[in-house]
């Protein structure tokens, strides 16, 4: 059986928009798991303060070991951030990170302590989550 040139191009259309939208798709997926664990770093650093609670009080064996390498993991994540700001002379990105997280002040009072823009604490503190996402959770199992 032969096909014309339109029924060719008709499959090759077909088989072109199928391609795409699964292109589309598999873009899509990434760029929602991207903003989940971005999501998820920032759960977990707004959180860090009662985590650290817990581990210090509770009496359950098993919850406290679970706690405690999660924390040493979240612990060695930070000091690798903290280390990488420094290394680039940009050690005041990262205190704004802990006055935000860790003090909880706002990016203004930030912003304010450390003479700089009011914008400029988000934007140091949103790549610090950035760079922090990939050391909790690691990189896509698609790349």
Sequence with gaps: ??????????????AAAAGAQ????????QGTEKADRYNDTFAVM??????????????????KLNA?????????ALKVMQQRREAQNR????????LYFL???????IAEKLDTSKNTP?????GILSELSTLLWGLDSDL
């Excluded at 707004?46 to 098993?62: G, P």
């Excluded at 050690?91 to 802990?98: L, P």
């Design 46 to 63: 707004k959180n860090y303060k009662d985590a650290r609670f817990c581990l210090e009080h509770t009496v359950d064996q098993a919850t």
């Design 91 to 98: 050690g005041i990105e990262y205190e704004a990170f802990k």
């Design 1 to 14: 059986m032969e096909l014309t040139s339109d029924e060719l191009e008709a499959i090759i259309n077909r």
């Design 22 to 29: 699964a292109a589309y798709a598999q873009a899509k997926k």
């Design 68 to 76: 405690s390498l999660k924390m040493r993991h979240i612990d060695a």
């Design 103 to 109: 003090e909880g002040l706002s990016y203004e009072t």
């Design 122 to 126: 988000r934007r140091w503190i949103t």
